[in-house]
């Protein structure tokens, strides 16, 4: 079972930047699928980000253009870099793993394919 560990969240001001790690043990399979996911005060968790085979990428409407999901896969880290945070991306941030899957689209932002979790990291964004 592949494990996943996150950092690098902290606290930040609004139109601030931070950049999240999650290293995976093993590898970073070309035949899998890794993602980002937030779950807010009060709310259900979200799909963030996910890239699929290290170059397939898929975002939510609420992060376009601020947020990239980046997969290293010498040193076996998933980045997500976040820019022009607002407060309505304070969360935990997790990152996941859906081994042997290639996903894109909505269904690569759907936490019930996911398999692997991490157990997240906060993310604080002050006004």
């Known amino acids: 079972q592949v494990q996943l560990q996150e950092s690098g969240g902290g606290s930040v001001q609004s139109g601030g930047s931070l950049t999240l790690s999650c290293t995976v043990s093993g590898y970073i399979s070309s035949t899998s699928t890794y993602g980002w996911f937030r779950q807010g005060p009060g709310k259900e968790r979200e799909g963030v980000a996910a890239i699929a085979s290290m170059t397939t990428t898929t975002y939510a409407d609420s992060v376009k253009g601020r947020f990239t999901i980046l997969a290293d896969n010498v040193k076996n880290i998933l980045y997500l870099r976040m820019n022009s945070l607002n407060p309505e991306d304070t969360a935990i941030y997790y990152c996941?793993?859906?081994?042997?899957?290639?996903?894109?689209?909505?269904?690569?932002?759907?936490?019930?394919?996911?398999?692997?979790w991490g157990r997240g990291t906060q993310v604080t964004v002050s006004s």
């Open positions: 996941a793993a859906a081994r042997g899957m290639i996903l894109a689209g909505t269904t690569a932002l759907r936490e019930q394919n996911y398999g692997a």
